[in-house]
């Protein structure tokens, strides 16, 4: 298929009024299509793609003016823009990036049936483990196991982990799905202290980190380092200092418009629906590094009593509507 007349749209965005994430999408989105000239922009581009120059032509408009107009449809996500090579250079080539947006006025009284649940999950009591060394775990008074064997992930203690590690593969935690199929889900996050792994600590050793829900890649966040050179808020006296002491608390939330990170959006083609939650009794949350990835530096995972912040592995599911109970 030409590149030039390729469908781009992505995924067509729902924002509830209600919800405080949307809010100001929708600001970005009334204020694109506020002006006459970023209106008739795209209408322009609905049959195929335009270049700036042919849509300053069409408009008989400055070049200047059509690129201020397109970055604000692109601000809103009304359109993509795509650097194509020429003889002279790169153009910028603008396309439609969605067919439709949609603004949920809701009754206000709804937001009094919107409920949280929280589960905290011990590092742990993960439910599967396939991982290379060196690797370990660590409890609040000493070691658990042999440090650098795999099978010390197997020992009966291991429930009493509140640092593990491992330098590439991936861990599995499955959290209890408590939800009946009327309840209506508004979101899922999952928030955890992590960092890369070296042998000791190194603060500029990056790791690709990758996580998934039910078996689905949701993203790859890169760890800037594998911390240490000052004690953990919570990390025992015992543990040395040179040794990995903290990480960086994430945050990763999905709703109906997409996944986030740290509040910011980074996935809008995987949403709740994509990850089909209420299809099986748990969920499973998976984080790894993978084989090949750019920056195989290990992960390390924090419980409540080992690093800066007093929690373990916290999934926090919102739901909204609900019709009927849940689950005892």
Known sequence: MNSLTKNTTNTNPVYKISNK?????????????????????????????????????ALNMPISSVTLHTNILQEANLISIEYKPNKKGNIKLCSRAINSFEVIFENIDNNNNLRELVYEMPIGNFSNVDIEPPCGLAGIKSGLGNYDHVSSFYLPEKKDAELLWFSSGHITYLFPNQLNESNVIESLEFSLEICSETYYSRNDWPSDITFYINGIELLTWTSPGDFGGRRGKYSPEYWFINSTQYGILKTIKINLNGIYLDDILVNEKINLNTLEIQKYPYIEFKIGVKENAIHRGGINLFGKNFGDYPQAIVMKIYTQNIKGSYKE
């Open 21 to 57: 994430e949307n809010k100001d999408k929708i600001l970005k989105t009334c204020h694109a299509l506020s002006s006459k000239e970023r209106i008739l922009i795209l209408e322009l581009i609905q049959e195929k793609p335009m270049t700036i120059k042919e849509l300053s032509l």
